[in-house]
C-alpha cells in the first residue's frame, strides 16, 4: 500500500480515542451538528476498529510511477486522492487493465470526507484533479476492475458522470445558500434528500457535504458569513 495509507491507518489504530477529544469535537459542533448527533457519531462511528484485525508490523510501499510485478503481468503504480488519502491503482498496459479501487465505481459515487484532523482540506478538488489525470492519461476503452459491483468499460464515460454528480451537488448547495445561510449540518438533507439517523452514515454524509462547501469556498462559490465560523456559508 502507499506510505500514507499506512501511516493514517496506524495512528488511528494506536489511539482510536483521539478521534472523540478535542478539537475534533469542536469541528462537528462548529459546523451546526448537534450535541446528541456529536456524541452519537463520536462513540458510535468508528465501530468498524472492532470489526478487522488490524495493520501488519511492516507492508511494501507502492510509489506512483513505479512498476510492479504480480504473476506475468507488469503493472503501472498510478495514484490518487479524494476517496483517500493515497489511493494506489494498478495499471497493466499490456492488457488494456486497470485496478482502480475505489477512485472509479460504475454504479456509485465514493465518498469523499473532510476529515476533522485536516478541517480546511479540499478533498473533493483532489478528487476531482485525480479524475481528470485518469481521463487524460488512460485510455476509453480500458477494462476497469473496481473496489465494489462488476468490471466496466468506459472510463472516461463514469469520469464524466461522477464529474457532473458532484457539480449537481454544487449546484444544490448553492442553490440553498443563496436563498439563506445554512451550515454544513443544515446542507445534509440538502444534499441526499433523506433522513439520516444511523451515526455512521451521518459521519460519512455530513463530512462529504462538507467536502463540497470547502471546494466551493476555494473556488469562491460560496463564502463564509460575516462575524461566523466557516460553517455558516451563502453564495457571492
Known amino acids: 500500500m502507499s506510505q500514507t495509507e499506512y501511516l493514517v491507518s496506524l495512528t488511528i489504530h494506536i489511539d482510536p480515542g483521539a478521534l472523540n477529544a478535542e478539537p475534533y469535537r469542536s469541528f ?6 448537534d450535541a446528541d448527533t456529536t456524541e452519537k457519531l463520536l462513540t458510535n462511528g468508528h465501530r468498524y476498529l472492532r470489526m478487522i484485525s488490524g495493520l501488519p508490523r511492516t507492508f511494501r510501499r507502492l510509489i506512483a510511477g513505479e512498476r510492479l510485478r504480480i504473476g506475468a503481468r507488469t503493472f503501472e503504480v498510478l495514484s490518487g486522492g479524494g476517496h483517500a488519502p493515497e489511493q494506489v491503482m494498478l495499471f497493466c498496459r499490456a492488457e488494456n487493465m486497470l485496478i482502480c479501487a475505489d477512485q472509479v ?3 456509485i459515487s465514493p465518498n469523499i470526507s473532510v476529515q476533522a484532523m485536516d478541517p480546511e482540506g479540499d478533498p473533493l478538488g483532489i478528487y476531482l484533479r485525480s479524475l481528470a489525470s485518469l481521463k487524460r ?11 465494489h459491483n462488476l468490471p466496466f468499460i468506459g472510463l472516461h464515460t463514469r469520469v464524466d458522470e ?6 449537481a451537488r454544487c449546484l444544490a448547495i448553492e442553490d ?6 445554512h451550515t454544513a449540518a443544515d446542507l445534509v438533507p440538502i444534499v441526499f434528500r433523506r433522513v439520516i439517523d ?10 462529504e457535504v462538507l467536502a463540497h462547501v470547502n471546494y466551493m469556498l476555494r473556488e469562491n462559490r460560496l463564502q ?3 462575524g461566523s465560523s466557516a460553517g455558516v456559508v451563502f453564495t457571492t
Request: glycine letters at 6%; proline letters at 13%.
Open 28 to 33: 462537528y459542533r462548529s459546523h451546526g451538528l
Open 105 to 107: 465505481l460504475a454504479r
Open 137 to 147: 492519461d488512460l485510455p476509453e476503452s480500458v477494462l476497469t476492475l473496481p473496489g
Open 162 to 167: 461522477l464529474a457532473a454528480h458532484h457539480e
Open 176 to 181: 440553498a445558500c443563496r436563498r439563506a445561510p
Open 198 to 207: 444511523d451515526p455512521h452514515q451521518m459521519g460519512f454524509a455530513f463530512s
Open 224 to 226: 463564509p458569513m460575516p
